[in-house]
């Protein structure tokens, strides 16, 4: 079936609007009618080249939500006119450690949703910028909150499960003081969660101007984190650093808040590596600095339920598909708070 999407032929050109090609639903298979798709700097990152091995034409979207419009014959969970997501995971292995366990987003055939390797045509997979998907009923998740609340949803198939993973693998609860660095479209999302879960929050921005932002979100406390003093009264006080800048720092400043086997996660992916760390604050208190990738589709559907539970949704902007070139530029500025999202109804017009 050919349909309308957004995205670009190279990676110095700007997205445009084009026809693409979705297969017909295979037994196992749902075809879902797109409404919103959330924009992701990883779009932005892998659509312009800056990281390696994109595919034209590229069209980028991992934040899908929308309704089912076909099943495939085999597929039982699943109806005509379900509310569903697809986050950034469309196919694997099905059958190594990883994907036994549910943690499909460690195989080592993970299949993105944009820029994967596939037999429909192009011979990668195209994305969420687009009317229509059709997608393997393993890796489709069920949503549960209104369908007033369903643009505000999209976001947390990536940004969401991005932050929820690690906050839940490192068991953050009620009594932990829980560090969340940067507020954008990951460190938002960060903060409600975490608060969610009971943490005692504290919200790190380089910004003075984002203070009452960050308590609006559910942070405890803000730190300006270019204030030497406000970083001294946090040494050795956090349990867990939930890191989302998406360009290269100092790590060092951050390793020193926390207690004696506290962990800093990185869940940002900058262009080029942090300055490496300093290895004796990592050392002198048994430290950890690890990463963590999305989740995966067992605990992105917990993720979408404890949101539904807690009434959590993403702060967004809701943008028309031919708005998607300036989206990104503003989103290089940090201009939006706190994630574009694509109306795909708009491409029809």
Known sequence: MSIHAYGAHAGDQPLESMTITRRAPGPHDIQIDIAYCGVCHSDLHQVRSEWAGTLYPCVPGHEIVGRVSAV???????????????????DSCQHCEECDAGLENYCDGMVGTYNGATAD???????GYS???VVHER?????????????????LLCAGITTYSPLRHWGVSTGKKVGVVGIGGLGHMGIKLAAAMGAHVVAFTTSESKRDAARALGAHEVVVSRNEDEMAAHAKSLDFILNTVAAPHDLDPFFALLKRDGTMTLVGAPA???PSPD??????????LAGSMIGGIPETQEMLDFCADHDIVADIEMIRADQINDAYERMLKGDVKYRFVMDITSMAT
């Open 72 to 90: 495939g014959d085999h597929v039982s969970g699943f109806k005509s006119g379900d509310l569903v997501g697809v986050g950034c995971i469309v």
């Open 121 to 127: 045509e192009p011979g990668h997979t195209l994305g």
């Open 131 to 133: 009317q229509q998907i």
């Open 139 to 155: 890796y489709v998740l069920r949503i549960r909150h209104p369908e007033a609340q369903l643009a505000a949803v999209a976001p």
């Open 272 to 274: 080029t590596p942090h």
């Open 279 to 288: 290895v004796f604050n990592l050392i002198t208190k048994r430290r950890s």
